[in-house]
Nanobody
Framework: QVQLVESGGGLVQPGGSLRLSCAAS????????MSWYRQAPGKERELVAG???????NSADSGKGRFSISRDNAKNTVYLQMNSLEPEDTAVYYC???????????WGQGTQVTVSS
């Protein structure tokens, strides 16, 4: 059974930082592209950042220079370091695991990030 469990969300003031974690089980983690998405109220889910099995990363313009994605294959965990948070970053953040062979695609349950003073 595949599980992606996010943690690290919460309430933070503008300008603050959070580090999200996503622990995966039931998959060969190192094979998967791991990504973070977010969905704000009334908006579509959007990509925040992704990291391939070889460590290459990509990120949305909204987070460039502020957000950083990393992975630890030994711990089956992907991280999203978020700095200089803005109220516009308020959303539910979801972890995603994707492997092209077999089109395997899995989602976590999400973790709420609220940026407010």
């Amino acid at each position: 059974q595949v599980q992606l469990v996010e943690s690290g969300g919460g309430l933070v003031q503008p300008g603050g930082s959070l580090r999200l974690s996503c622990a995966a089980s039931g998959i060969i983690f190192s094979f998967y592209v791991m990504s973070w998405y977010r969905q704000a109220p009334g908006k579509e889910r959007e990509l925040v950042a992704g990291i391939a099995s070889d460590g290459r990363t990509n990120s949305a313009d909204s987070g460039k220079g502020r957000f950083s994605i990393s992975r630890d294959n030994a711990k089956n965990t992907v991280y999203l370091q978020m700095n200089s948070l803005e109220p516009e970053d308020t959303a539910v953040y979801y972890c995603n695991a994707y492997y092209g062979v077999g089109n395997s695609n899995y989602w976590g349950q999400g973790t709420q990030v609220t940026v407010s003073s």
